[in-house]
């Protein structure tokens, strides 16, 4: 049991006065690569963290479903007959994920009670919310034996989080934090959905996540323009090319070529996610090389896009990411997840972690008067049961 398994054990006893049937761990995710590309039907390269959401649930014999947010301190109950959307955002993506469950066809037989919370931090780009809710289904199905299959929980996820959280997500989140592998990155097609484990267990380096406090609420930010702007571009392109489906099926060659037919924010959006698309495939020949320096430098073109091309950077992402730039011990840093703040991505060498940390903790508070909170994290399983 870690402390935060027992937290959420014993939040539950408390407050339902009995010991839960089961404990779930269900762990945020970091990107390696491959930013914005999972609702282009790209492929994105993301694994499973150490920092997980943890779920304490029983079942009752009627048909209410109650609901503790053990970190928020935070009550919602709700009939498993009439779900509707809370006010409570917390609590939309646990209902969320039931009423999902139900529109697929699965049997809800009876009403639960769970207790959840964890050390994912909020707003930082880990996707504390696809953990919630890979975490939500996966103990549903459990609890009462509906033997979801992995990939259909991630899609009910997915479907959670676009009509109880209103943003238009990819798959990647969920995808990672349901089918995660220790010591191993994801390819995963989001065309297909196929996907291939990549060893990434380098002695020498660890990943380190410099979350700078700057708080995103992608459901409000520009997540969903993002999402449009690519579909203006495919809209434009499939008049030259009507086979195209997504901007997968586009090579970045093709969008510069037509450079003059798209808006100029259109033009920068599709530069990017065609290019990100074939960074991610280079990437993973690196990988397989164990070219772990060549790898890092398509982290940094990465940000570069991100930041200049797709701008869903900030002026704090992109000072952790120069800080960079002079220190031998990275090898490659960039914004992580959806953007508009949360954290970065380091690959940074193992004997100079501490170094690093506290550098970077110094420069982030001289420059912005700001505490940056710094995560050196291991890759974890994917959703699992406890006990
Ligand atoms: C968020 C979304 C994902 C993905 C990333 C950007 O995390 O939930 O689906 O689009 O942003 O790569």
Known sequence: ????????????????????????????????IGEHTDYNEGFVLPAA?????????????????????????????????AIQKSSKSWANYL??????????????????EVAFG??????AGLSSSAAVESGMGFALSELFGLKV???ELALTAQRAEHHFAGLQCGIMDMFASIHGK??????????????????????????????????????????????????????????????????????????EAHRTDFFENVYRRCR?????????????????????????????????????DYEVSCVELDFLVEQTFDKEEVLGARLMGGGFGGCTINIVKTEKVTDFIQQMIVSYQHHFNRKLVCHVVKITEGVEKLN
């Open 49 to 81: 963290i150490d920092k997980a959401i943890y779920f304490a649930i029983s079942p009752r014999t009627d048909r209410i479903g109650k609901l503790y947010a053990v970190d928020l301190n935070d009550s919602y109950e709700f009939s498993v007959d």
């Open 118 to 123: 964890g050390d994912v931090p909020n707003g």
């Open 272 to 308: 990017y996610v065609t290019g990100e698309i074939e960074r991610v495939v280079a990437a993973c020949e690196d990988l397989k090389r164990d070219d772990l320096e060549a790898f890092g430098k398509k982290m940094y073109e990465t940000h570069e896009g991100l930041s200049k």
């Open 1 to 32: 049991m870690t402390i935060y398994s027992q937290k959420i054990t014993d939040a539950f006893q408390t407050v339902f006065s009995k010991i839960p049937s089961f404990i779930v761990r269900a762990p945020g995710r970091i990107n390696l």
């Open 149 to 151: 299959p992995r990939l």
């Open 182 to 255: 220790a010591h191993s990155v994801i390819r995963l097609d989001c065309r297909d959905l196929s996907y291939e484990y990549f060893p990434f267990n380098f002695v020498n380096y660890q990943l380190v996540l410099c979350n700078s406090g700057v708080k995103h609420t992608l459901a409000d930010s520009a997540y969903n323009t993002r999402r449009q702007e690519c579909e203006a571009g495919v809209a434009i392109l499939k008049q030259f090319y009507p086979h195209i489906h997504s901007l997968r099926d586009v090579s970045l060659a093709q969008v």
């Open 95 to 112: 209902i969320g994920v039931t009423s999902e469950l139900r529109t697929a066809g699965y049997v809800i037989p009876n009403g639960f």
